[in-house]
């Protein structure tokens, strides 16, 4: 099986992606169910040691760039694996991301920025093929513009393919759109 690795930046929705996945995957090892259950994190070292100790199943990895990084060694050795990132590489990802901050109250660095500036290069697929040693073949992103919208068909036919799974259109639509009304309407 597959273990998918979301990496994600803050406030850009991948706890939603990862309850997407996780609601719809069958025989899925999914070992941390809430958003942030150990406070400031979403990656767990037991989510890990699962994904190595059972590549037979499917599992589901997820995190900030820094919380990916703090595991790279062990990731790296998890067999048939791939990333899903969601980017925010064009001036619309930025302008809906840092909306969205800004209704969660996120309070930006003083120095410039920092989630407009040096976090955008930490979301390119070039640098988990760098880091992890992975091919581009097991790396798709998806952008803040097409993530924050009321119908995401086209991105869950990417993923379909991607990961070659058939994921329910209608309803991962059904899902998001709670999930859209909640966070920006």
């Not at 992606?17 to 995957?25: C, Y």
């Not at 791939?82 to 001036?91: A, L, Q, T």
């Not at 930025?94 to 969205?100: D, F, G, I, W």
């Amino acid at each position: 099986m597959t273990t998918i690795i979301i990496p994600f930046p803050p406030a850009a929705g991948g706890n939603h992606l990862k309850n997407i996945l996780v609601s719809d995957i069958s025989k899925l090892q999914y070992t941390n169910p809430t958003v942030h259950q150990t406070p400031g994190r979403n990656l767990q070292a037991s989510q890990i040691e699962t994904a190595l100790a059972d590549p037979e199943n499917t599992h589901v990895l997820h995190g900030h760039f820094g919380e990916i990084m703090s595991y790279q060694n062990q990731i790296r050795d998890i067999k048939n694996k791939k990333f899903i990132i969601i980017c925010n590489d064009n001036s619309q990802d930025h302008q809906l991301l840092s909306k969205r901050r800004k209704q969660l109250g996120y309070v930006y660095f003083k120095n410039g920025d920092y989630f407009e500036g040096e976090q955008v290069f930490l979301y390119e697929p070039f640098m988990y093929q760098h880091y992890f040693n992975e091919s581009l073949d097991n790396i798709m992103n998806i952008s803040i513009s097409e993530w924050f919208v009321e119908d995401i068909t086209s991105v869950i036919n990417r993923i379909n393919y991607f990961l070659k799974i058939n994921l329910n259109v209608d309803a991962v639509n059904k899902l998001h759109k709670v999930w859209y009304s909640k966070n920006f309407k």
